[in-house]
DNA sequence: TATGAATGAGTATTCATTCAT
DNA sequence: GATGAATGAATACTCATTCAT
């Protein structure tokens, strides 16, 4: 009968989209998952196409180069960090919260996103230099607007008056950059329990006692 | 008869032993720039030959492989950290001294061995595995001298009774590690500015209030 | 039932008959010119396909392979020259207009199928071998005619007895052709301009004085 | 007896130097038969190394790349041919045999250079943008003078006054180039054999009659 | 007619390594 | 100690071609 045959035209836009975008999807994926294993130079396009069960050279249809491969995954890697900290900044939050929010901010994308963020922070620096720069914008970016929240913390009187921010602020994107490479293995370190722990030692070490 | 050949080694020591000596060491040196500079994958023996001034296959006189180089590299950028935290647990000073002196113990070589602490925390995952086994359990032994530290702080009462040891310890080195990509070019931060900054705050950020 | 589903071939013979031969004529226009900017090895079927605009794959609607291409591109090139040859040959012009009439036969294609007579020219040698050697007979037989033409003169008494028919032959071909990459840029250089300028030179040049 | 034995090591500076530029000359020979016979996009490195009985990647120990061959290549096919025009001009000989002088000086090269000058012609446009440049104004400064060749002879008054210089001297380079093909397989063509042919028909297709 | 996804063989090039000298 | 010449395997990438839809 007409119609007893799934016809794949139908729908609005066709099933070949959606499809189409989640290959692409498995596809940096699995470029993520490499590049995240071996480092960006280790990695071979090879291992990447055996990950997405492609021929080496198919890998090809979905990204123009190993180097725009890293520069997808390095940009999910880096999405959402500027926006969220801007949003706790805007936030009324009190300060403590804030300083929470910052470093539960910077850890949460390790759940769901963390290939692209381990990508992002160690090898984002052999990224073709254009891309280099945008995302050197957006580092510097982002850790102005942390060393931001710790300056109002000390004008607020809430932090010490002789507190370093500069160097307070490097140190929690320091810490919680090192979590990614353990985060995982580290038995029972649950997001929350690492939040808890990096927020509170920050808190309480900037407090004015 | 023993004596009636010419001995390279022969009068006094001989300057060749010394310059041998120190020859090899410029050319560890050599390896650990690249290495620092690139990364282990993304380094090529080319490039090494060049800094050390020698054709590419002369580097194999002073290396078996890229590998052993790593491997030099390696075991010099660990050189001490074990040591230095057993001599700070095992002195007298009061445990805010020590948390600092662990702190100082791991900036430190940041000052002289940058590149081989930059190559061993980067690129230490790559080791050949009879190495890679040989310096985890050096880390481990290193992480678990850190946690104890913050233990003992805990057990005196210094720090508060539920500091999470664990995550702190990671945390502190985290902060430390971190350092290494930025440190030279971060102005006005010397060691001594960030030790203190990053002592002040994972001791105040313990203590109990 | 019959005609309840839209007849793509109905209505008359159909302008898609048309439009199919002029489509056709397309595809081989494109890759006439793609061969003749970059040669038959240098060319891409990517490529063509984009100056057809169409995607890659698309093109094997049009041609079974890109030896088949070729394979017509020259066809298409190498059209009319032995008949144009074989007409003036037949023809009752006195000798120099004959071979006047060979020369501007050999050059008026370069007007209106010059990328065709290029890649024939230059990239029949890797054409499939059956194809190249039906070609190469073709071209051999050119060749026959034209020197038969000087042969006729020396034998008329118009042309020197000593003309070396052969090498007459050889320059005045290889003249023409090596108009084809500079006729264009050339400034003022029409065919008529070419036409006379070479055929007085070869006549003059053959005379009995 | 001492110096009976061939001494590598002797000599002022060593045969390895000597060896070396001939070793790079044979690499470069066999760059220049498989790009005369494939065509530069045709041609494979991997046959260029079988012909120089080399491994593949060996290939690039005597040239940086594929194009840096073909440029190599280039260069030695145009050598010369400016040089030797420049002399004909230069000299005193009379009219008629300063065209004979440009003809035979550009067959000539193609008794031991031919795949030189096979390559320089054909290929020569795939050139890396510079060197494309170079060798384009050497040939434009090639046509200038053999056009300046045929003005004095009109300007002598040995040629017609309404010799078309310029379409006379693009059917001059134009034949010669064109035996480059077929210099080899036509029988009985000897350089001495074209030479003559090609300069008695441009001299006296340029001569008042 | 045409597309999108994929293949598999081939490309130039790089690399760590070897070894006779 | 060091070089120059070479290897062989791996590299990222391109290409002509196929085929279900």
Redo the contacts with the bound molecule.
């Keep these: 009968l007409p119609g007893s045959f799934p016809r794949?035209s139908a729908g609005s836009v066709g099933p070949?989209r959606k499809?189409?975008k989640k290959?692409h999807d498995e596809a940096v994926d699995a470029a993520a998952a490499v590049f995240a294993e071996r480092g960006y130079a280790g990695?071979?396009?090879?291992e990447i196409a055996r990950r997405l069960g492609?021929?080496?050279?198919?890998l090809?249809?979905y990204f123009?180069?190993?180097?725009a491969a890293l520069e997808e995954v390095c940009r999910r890697g880096v999405a959402g960090f500027v926006q969220n900290l801007e949003a706790v900044l805007a936030s009324d939050l009190p300060m403590p919260a804030k300083v929470r929010g910052l470093i539960a901010g910077h850890l949460e994308p390790m759940r769901t996103r963390r290939n692209y963020v381990h990508v992002f922070l160690r090898d984002r620096r052999v990224l073709p230099t254009p891309a280099r720069r945008k995302i050197g914008r957006l580092s510097r970016r982002y850790e102005r607007l942390a060393e931001q929240l710790f300056r109002r913390g000390v004008a607020e009187g809430l932090f010490r008056a002789d507190l370093d921010c500069r160097m307070v602020t490097l140190a929690v994107i320091g810490m919680c950059n090192a979590a990614v490479p353990w985060y995982g293995s580290e038995p029972d370190a649950s997001i929350e329990r690492i939040t808890d722990a990096f927020a509170r030692l920050v808190i309480d070490g900037s407090l004015v006692k």
């Design positions: 794949p070949s499809t189409a290959r990695a071979s396009t090879q492609v021929q080496q050279g198919s090809y249809y123009p180069s190993k180097d």
